[in-house]
């Protein structure tokens, strides 16, 4: 598949091809999707770049990428707009930030609320597969999924 067009990227092509990569890993793997708050690993799965610096060390923004299914990035709040126009991704929602910058003390409550919202998409959309892959976890959010009842590797 080429990704040039006239000598030009052809950039909606570069993002299906970046995504169908990743999913042949998903699918060696054998899990029901990728979580992702690595901004390096967002804007491959995804091509959206918002705040890329500000997010290697807050992790306010993920995306989880089902082996079968949609791409749903979940953003800061009020920049959802941002990647709109991206069409593989499938939905933007707002982030639950849980990192203790934009949390502080109710941190400890908004992670099991995170964790619940990964639980519903690895059960809506892992066919019955509950492993998850992650790239590079936050210390807080490391074992969230895992309470809710899927198993995460690394």
Not at 41 to 60: E, G
Not at 135 to 141: A, H, Q, R
């Amino acid at each position: 598949m080429s990704v040039f067009h006239q000598g030009e990227v052809d950039r909606a092509a570069l993002r299906q091809w970046r995504l169908a990569r990743v999913r042949e890993q998903l699918r060696i793997a054998d899990v029901a999707g990728a979580l992702q708050s690595d901004p390096v690993n967002i804007r491959y799965a995804t091509d959206s770049t918002n705040m890329q610096v500000w997010t290697l060390h807050n992790a306010a923004r993920y995306c989880f990428v089902a082996t079968e299914g949609p791409v749903i990035l979940f953003d800061f709040t009020g920049c959802e707009h941002l990647s709109a126009e991206i069409e593989t991704i499938t939905e933007t929602r707002p982030a639950t930030a849980f990192f203790f910058f934009g949390a502080g003390p109710e941190a400890e409550h908004r992670v099991v609320r995170w964790g619940a919202e990964i639980e519903d998409l690895v059960l809506a959309h892992g066919g019955g597969n509950r492993r998850v892959a992650v790239g590079v976890p936050e210390p807080l959010g490391d074992h969230a999924p895992v309470r809710m009842g899927s198993r995460v590797y690394h």
